[in-house]
């Protein structure tokens, strides 16, 4: 028979489980370790807190209803142009900001980005839903100015520069011009005072078979100190006139910007094709 073993005691038994288990972590750590540990914590969840109660405070400003999916918002680049002025966290500057000018005319200048004129009828919006925050200001021949409350095109006939408002706030626009036209209905017996337009197939009545025969809601009246004016980055106004009547001006003519806006494009796609394109030539107007 061996020599029993001595029982072994219970402060023993409790060391050895103390010894085989894990420290938790805070017994790890000093005092000043646990006090840092407690401040990033609070910070953490103050910051989870903060975006959390700014979310609620943003829905609750734009109406939103938390159990419903918000509603499509329709959006304008007059809106956005009005929305970067009205913004608090926006530059402070007595200018608009040049990235929100030309989200509005972004589509004034067509989709090759090449037309420098917009042509409308007289007090005709510039863009589609303006925002009536908005206003524009206009520079005539001999410096004259002309201011509107809304977007929308001088009620006198000519070429503008443009400018775009709101409140104190102004933002000159210098790679476009606004061409309000003469109305259609100035022309009497095919003439517009001594230039001879002719007549449009249904001006004394009837229906068009297409839109595209319709009357013409106006036209450009052309001088000898705006026919350089561009219209796009290679046409000038001059170079739609027709070649009859060189003694006669002011002279008319009617401009389609979708037709413009498709030689620009042509030009861009032949040059893409690897050919040179110099110069182009418009043969009769």
């Given at each position: 028979m061996g020599t029993p073993r001595r029982p072994t005691p219970a402060a023993d038994l409790a060391s050895g489980r103390a010894r085989g288990r894990r420290r938790r972590w805070g017994a790890q750590r000093t005092a000043q370790q646990r006090l840092a540990f407690d401040v990033a914590a609070g910070l953490v969840l103050g910051a989870v807190l903060s975006a959390w109660t700014v979310g609620i405070v943003v829905a609750y400003r734009e109406g939103s209803d938390p159990g419903q999916s918000p509603a499509p918002r329709v959006s304008t680049v007059a809106r956005t142009v009005g929305s970067s002025l009205t913004d608090p966290r926006a530059p402070a500057t007595a200018y608009l900001d040049d990235a929100a000018v030309r989200g509005?005319?972004?589509?004034?200048?067509?989709?090759?980005?090449?037309?420098?004129?917009?042509?409308?009828?007289?007090?005709?919006?510039?863009?589609?839903?303006?925002?009536?925050?908005?206003?524009?200001?206009f520079q005539g021949a001999g410096g004259r100015e002309v201011a509107r409350d809304a977007l929308v095109a001088p009620a006198d006939p000519g070429?503008?520069?443009?400018?775009?408002?709101?409140?104190?706030?102004?933002?000159?626009?210098?790679?476009?011009?606004?061409?309000?036209m003469v109305p259609f209905a100035e022309k009497k017996n095919g003439h517009i005072g001594l230039y001879y337009l002719g007549s449009w197939p249904y001006e004394n009545g009837g229906r068009p078979r297409r839109p595209s025969y319709a009357n013409p809601s106006g036209f450009i009246e052309v001088t000898l100190q705006n026919r350089t004016t561009p219209v796009s980055d290679h046409f000038r106004l001059g170079d739609f006139l027709t070649k009859d009547q060189p003694a006669v001006w002011p002279k008319y003519v009617l401009v389609e910007p979708k037709l413009l806006d498709k030689l620009e494009l042509t030009i861009e796609e032949l040059r893409k094709e690897g050919h040179r394109v110099d110069h182009v030539f418009v043969m009769s107007g």
């Open positions: 509005l005319i972004d589509e004034l200048h067509g989709e090759s980005g090449k037309l420098r004129a917009v042509i409308r009828a007289p007090n005709a919006d510039l863009a589609e839903e303006a925002d009536p925050a908005l206003s524009a200001s070429v503008y520069k443009l400018a775009v408002q709101m409140g104190k706030l102004r933002r000159p626009v210098d790679d476009l011009r606004i061409i309000t």
